[in-house]
């Protein structure tokens, strides 16, 4: 693909992104929803990862720092993240081959991958609005649980709209998203 090729496909795939944030299920429409296309979806996780990294280094303690080391933790954080990024899709093929949904598997991956972009953003503005305490902490732990529960209905519409399935369905992916994070997490977590 060219350089104005991906641009343009960037540029789309944000406002996708941008329109189901706003419960506009046109939104889809802006995604190459093929294989091609989820393919190329998986750039979002090569934008999202310098987020990931400030995440980290917000998360991450000084004593934890010191005791393991900054490169370890790198290391063991970054094979965790393209393990949740690979690891998603293949699970998401079986269960979707489960339900009788697999024909929408495109339709789903590519919007879910590029819709990481603007959560990542989100939660790095929230982290950094923690560290600097600008918003204080009350109000800054309110703004954080909002944000998180806005992206479980972020992630559970776009489950909803893309697969074209019922509430159920999208709630079990939603909970399948949470689970593998919360399992890679600290998986790695306990590494160091």
Request: net charge negative; aromatic share 12%; hydrophobic share 55%.
């Amino acid at each position: 693909m060219t350089g104005a090729g991906w641009q343009a496909e960037l540029r789309s795939a944000v406002i996708g992104s941008l329109r189901l944030a706003k419960g506009d299920r046109r939104g889809l429409a802006c995604f190459e929803r093929t294989e091609e296309g989820f393919w190329r979806s998986f750039a979002a996780g090569v934008l999202c990862y310098p987020f990931y990294l400030v995440l980290l280094a917000l998360r991450v303690g000084a004593a934890q720092r010191e005791a393991a080391g900054v490169v370890p933790i790198v290391v063991i954080e970054t094979i965790a993240y393209v393990i949740a990024w690979v690891a998603f899709p293949l699970i998401m093929l079986s269960v979707l081959r489960w339900i009788g949904r697999e024909h929408r598997f495109f339709d789903f991956m590519v919007a879910y991958n590029w819709c990481q972009l603007p959560q990542s953003v989100l939660f790095v503005l929230i982290g950094l609005d923690q560290e600097s305490g600008f918003l204080g902490d009350p109000i800054s732990q309110i703004v954080e649980v909002a944000a998180g529960i806005a992206v479980l209905i972020y992630e559970w519409y776009i489950a909803r709209v893309a697969l074209e399935t019922n509430g159920g369905v999208a709630t079990l992916v939603v909970v399948i998203d949470l689970v593998l994070g919360l399992v890679v997490s600290r998986a790695a977590g306990s590494l160091y």
